[in-house]
């Protein structure tokens, strides 16, 4: 059995192109950029964020709704994104981000792990990947964290507890912290809990049942943490929450901030509803103003705080959005989109790529692969050395043809 | 019964170009009213409710007969990789099992004695088919139909109670599978006036969206790439997708927005909310257009069909299936396109559809389904074992598409009871054979609504809400939707105190319209009303136990989760269940109550979280700890925090 695994590594690694051994000389230690990111927010605008009405704007006929304006930098964006505009100075944003899937959910599990969506195989997101190669962030907190969303098979083929920590209303933070006794009576009941249990674990040493012990392991550590008040916003100043928006994206991006701070290495916020199929003037208007705010006054508050140059802030979308436009709204596309980064190690001001008139082509083309290469490059994870899953195949963060864009760092 | 003389307002609506006016007045609806037309006000109320049908009409020498076909396959799958079948399973085991699978709850204490004292041979068969016509089963059925199906309550200002009571009913009703498909595919009219139009109206204005999902989840068609581009594996290419998604091209399916007319209607009596909700459940329809209008995008990449042209409607063939290929349809009547579309996919001889609902159902009982993924059961020789898929799809033509005779046999197979093995590695789930069913975690729904009968009783089983009246009551011939009508209506719910602000009515008593049936449902404050997971709004609040524990979101077809995560551990440690368990109205301490000996009350608590007594050791050791000073209500903690609760053996 072992011989057929290692037997399958190796022609597995020698199909990809892989020694079998790490070759460190590969690595990207030394390079500019590599491990400058301690921490990252990845904020994920849901549904589709259209490239031409916020970061990408173009005139004629494909033109949306909003104007063009000039920002703090040496690019436009559209006046959705008046606040952006302001910070644009400290941001790069991607004009030639591609991908290849134009169905939602699809295309959300490819941009939040740079591997198609499959049946025998779970793939981890960034935060994972970076647990694995990096070790935990935090002793008691756990090392990723998403905000608005369930935790969707984060961890992938790695261990369940490298599962980002789920939390759906950042208004109500972690719930049920609050132990019904004191520390003695609860281990007391635990243990007695897993004596009880020890037939079941017996008969059933399934991954599932020892993921769902991990869990509780997990809480416990949690609950004896001293910085459990990460999650907790009412901490914040009343003006500060307000700054970032009175909606679940906003409050989101603070939430981020102060887990990250507190020592969470990665956190997710999902937010926004950019699927504008039939009235994109409408609801830009209602979708742009929270997200536009949220985003500013997060850079703002990080570059503040002086955690700017060590938090990367990814801001990502599972497409683009049609050229064509005629009043009404716009349908998928995933040839040519906007994203943008921005913090730790990256160009300040830049723009890195050019699409067509249209915004229907790019001139360089970044895959979900080079974007994410890029931010585990940032991340300091050694892209080139895999990791080989229990069936004995071979992953690496980007899939195998990402390539970190080393032009986006300074 | 008020009347109202209506004045034509329909202008406000259709301020569109003559020429689509033109179009529509040929089409069967919407037509222009009649300004003197005289129309009746809807009802406010709920259509009379729809009982569980109890009428299982297979023999039971049949449901053995196919069951026995069923393990057959199995046997020899198992057989070629010198696999074993797993032993019987105890009654114990089973006892708890079935009813998580058939009606959606463990047994309680009571239920699982009966059970286990009864001495006859076929109890088994008996209880399964008792808990297949019960209120459970339409409950846990729709959880699944509501996770595949998306299904959310409501959206923006649409309102889908309406197509929520449809479901349930079909449920009850056990209306064929291929029937209830047909009627989501090809429903007409409003989401007021016809339930089923939910369907396509989950997805106005993104048709090839809507379409992809119907074609992944009643055939298993993998076409999430073909929408943009083909497919680079499967034989599904973009113009296949086209050709397919020109069935819906004769549809007009309106995605008009309401609060543009809100706003014009909106007065000091009624908010523009209001007046954007009653427009809204009439806007959103679905009707025939005069003609198929789907075009090639314009940026179309191949070289097969021009950029921006006509697509021509054709079903796809799958060239390896042979002369399983689906007949083929007359597609020239354009007034009948989804109708053929219809027809086609739900047709016995479409090789695909009777197997991905039997594969999925097989999923739901074993954890496993025959063929992963669900979603993409293109190559069915890709399954794990393709002549057990075979033999479920032919069953499930053979039974008509009655899914709940399919479950009924499935439960009999010697593979379904079974002893549980634990998961396979993953990359080994798509080939297991199936020597019993695979450990698993309840749903979300399970374990909700399993707290729920531990802790108000199984009288919560009865309780059926329907909303469905919150839409009905909008519904104005769509021809004649006045502002006198919708004045008229709103100032009826007014009268009727139907808009009391959202807080301050959760906290009053249930609103007695909502509830269909049973008894009024008990309401704790930390968790809102405790009526099972389908009667809830659909789906429940992001921070609502259920979606804690993995309700899907409803945006993605099935995307419910069993994944453990802290905030779960921490809510079953720390949160509100321990209330609902040990506190004092719960109904399993007032059985635990009347029990004198401690030992007897230690066994009254195992077998309603686990139906099974405890054995001497695990009793011996409680007595001790108590002995020591533990309380009963610590040991309820204790017990549910243990992992034989939440997982189903």
Redesign the interface.
């Known amino acids: 059995m072992n011989n057929r695994r290692q037997f399958i590594e190796r022609c597995a690694l020698t199909s990809f192109g892989l020694s079998v051994l790490p070759n460190l000389s590969n690595g990207q230690e030394g390079a500019s950029g590599f491990g400058s990111a301690k921490r990252i927010i990845f904020l994920n605008a849901q549904g589709g964020m259209s490239h031409i009405d916020t970061f990408d704007p173009k005139e004629g006929s494909v033109k949306g709704p909003g104007e063009t304006i000039s920002t703090s930098a040496d690019f436009q964006v559209t006046e959705y994104l008046k606040e952006t505009a302001k910070i644009a100075d400290q941001i790069s944003v991607i004009r030639t981000m591609t991908s ?7 295309a959300t599990y490819f941009m939040r792990t740079a591997y198609a ?6 793939h981890p997101n960034l935060g994972a990947w970076a647990e694995h190669y990096l070790g935990a962030s935090h002793d008691t907190l ?1 090392s990723s964290a998403c905000i ?6 984060g961890n992938g ?1 790695f261990p ?1 507890s490298y ?1 980002p ?5 950042p208004e ?1 933070g ?7 006794d004191g520390s003695d ?2 281990k ?3 243990d ?2 897993q ?3 020890t ?3 017996g008969r ?6 020892k ?6 392991d ?2 416990i550590r ?2 004896r943490s001293e910085d459990l008040a990460a999650f907790d916003l009412t901490q914040e100043p009343q003006k500060v929450r307000e700054q970032y928006g009175s909606n679940k994206f906003g409050q989101g991006c603070l939430l981020a901030r102060r887990l990250v701070e507190a020592g969470i290495r990665y956190v997710e916020v999902s937010g926004g509803n950019w ?1 504008m ?3 994109l003037e ?1 609801e830009m208007e209602e979708v742009s103003p929270p997200f536009d705010r949220a985003y500013a006054t997060l850079i703002t508050d990080l570059k503040e705080r002086g955690l700017l140059d060590s938090t990367l802030v990814v801001l990502a979308t599972e497409f683009g959005r ?1 050229s ?1 436009y005629d009043g009404g ?1 716009r ?2 596309y ?2 040519c989109f906007s994203t943008a980064l921005a913090g730790a190690g990256i160009k300040r001001g830049f723009v890195y790529g050019e699409s067509d008139k249209r915004g ?1 082509w790019g001139d360089k083309p970044v895959t979900i692969g080079d974007f994410h290469a890029t931010i585990g490059h940032a991340a300091g994870i050694p892209l080139e050395q895999p990791y080989i ?3 004995g ?1 071979p992953f690496v963060v980007g899939d195998k043809s990402g390539k970190p864009v080393m032009e986006l760092f300074a | 019964m008020d009347t109202i003389k209506l004045i034509p307002l329909i202008l406000l609506f259709f301020a569109t170009n003559l020429e689509a006016q033109e179009d529509r007045k040929n089409a069967r609806l919407p037509k222009w009213p009649n300004p003197d037309t005289v129309v009746k006000l809807p009802e406010i109320g709920n259509a009379p409710q729809v009982e569980v049908s109890t009428e299982l009409w297979l023999p039971s020498t049949s449901v053995q007969k196919a069951a026995a076909m069923i393990d057959k396959q199995i046997m020899a799958g198992l057989a070629h990789e010198n696999l074993k079948p797993n032993p019987a399973s105890s009654d114990t085991v089973f006892v708890r099992r079935i009813y998580l699978d058939a009606a959606g709850r463990i047994p309680t204490a009571e239920e699982t004695r009966v059970f286990l004292d009864d001495s006859s041979r076929d109890k088994r068969a008996q209880l399964i088919d008792e808990l297949l016509v019960s209120d459970g089963y339409r409950s846990h059925q729709f959880n699944w139909l509501a996770d595949m199906l998306r299904h959310q309550t409501s959206m923006g200002l649409r309102r889908y109670a309406n197509y929520e009571r449809w479901l349930k009913d079909q449920i009850a009703l056990n209306r064929k599978w291929n029937e209830v498909v047909s009627d989501l595919l090809t429903a007409e009219g409003t989401l007021a006036s016809n339930g089923p139009t939910g369907y396509l109206l989950r997805d106005p204005a993104m048709p090839l969206d809507n379409l992809a999902n119907t074609l992944t989840i009643f055939l298993g068609a993998n076409v999430s790439c073909a929408q943009c581009h083909d497919h680079p594996f499967a034989e599904w290419s973009q113009k296949d997708f086209y050709q397919m998604a020109a069935f819906f091209g004769g549809t007009y399916v309106s995605d008009r927005d309401p609060r543009k007319i809100a706003n014009q209607l909106e007065n000091e009596l009624h908010s523009k909310r209001q007046v954007g909700t009653a427009v809204a459940q009439n806007m959103y329809a679905v009707f025939p257009e005069i003609e198929q209008k789907l075009t090639y995008p314009e940026d179309y990449f191949y070289n097969n069909a021009n950029p921006g042209s006509k697509v021509d409607p054709s079903f796809i063939s799958w060239e390896a299936e042979g002369n399983q290929r689906p007949p083929d349809f007359d597609t020239s009547n354009v007034e009948g396109l989804r109708d053929s579309f219809a027809t086609w996919l739900t047709h016995s001889e479409n090789p695909r559809f009777a197997v991905a609902v039997a594969n999925r159902l097989w999923k739901r009982a074993f954890g496993i389904a025959v063929q992963e993924p669900i979603e993409d059961l293109d190559n069915l020789e890709r399954a794990s074992n393709p002549a057990l898929l075979r033999e479920l799809g032919n069953i499930m033509v053979l039974l008509k598409f009655d899914l709940r005779e399919f479950q009924r046999i499935m439960f009999n197979t010697q593979a379904y009871q079974a002893e549980a093995n634990i998961t396979p590695p993953i990359g080994e789930i798509d080939e297991y054979l199936f020597a019993g069913p695979v450990l698993r975690r309840m749903t979300s729904e399970q374990t909700w609504d399993s707290i729920l009968a531990l802790s108000v009783g199984t009288e919560v089983d009865a309780i059926k809400t329907d909303y469905s009246h919150r839409v009905t009551r909008f519904d104005f011939p769509y021809d004649l939707m006045t502002m006198d009508a919708i004045e008229g209506v709103l100032g009826k719910m007014a009268d009727a105190d139907y808009w009391g602000s959202g807080k301050s009515r959760r906290n009053q008593q249930f609103p007695e319209a909502d509830l269909a049936s049973g008894p009024m449902p008990s309401f704790s404050s930390g968790k809102g009303f405790l009526i099972r997971a389908s009667e809830l709004p659909q789906p429940a609040e992001p921070f609502h136990f259920l979606r804690m524990f993995g309700q899907s979101p409803r945006l993605l077809p099935d995307d419910g989760s069993r994944e453990g995560s802290i905030p779960q551990a921490l809510m079953l440690m720390n949160g509100p269940v321990h209330d609902l368990l040990a506190g004092r109205n719960s109904v399993l301490m007032s059985a635990v109550d009347q029990h004198e000996k401690r030992g007897a009350k230690i066994e009254e608590l195992y077998f309603s979280f686990f139906g099974r007594a405890p054995s001497e050791v695990e009793a011996d050791r409680i007595d001790q700890v108590m002995d020591e000073g533990m309380s009963l209500s610590d040991l309820v903690w204790t017990l549910y925090n243990m992992p034989e609760f939440i997982f189903v053996q």
């Open positions: 290849k899937i134009g169905v939602h959910g699809p969506q499959r049946a025998t195989v779970k756990p608005n969303n369930g935790p969707r098979h083929f369940p599962s920590i789920p939390i759906l209303d109500s972690l719930q049920n912290i609050k132990s019904r009576a609860l007391k009941k635990l007695l809990a004596e009880l249990s037939g079941f674990l059933y040493p399934d991954s599932n049942v993921a769902y012990q991990e869990f509780y997990n809480s949690l609950l699927d199929h039939q009235n409408a049609k064509q709204g349908g998928h995933p040839i229907e899953s229990a069936s195949r």
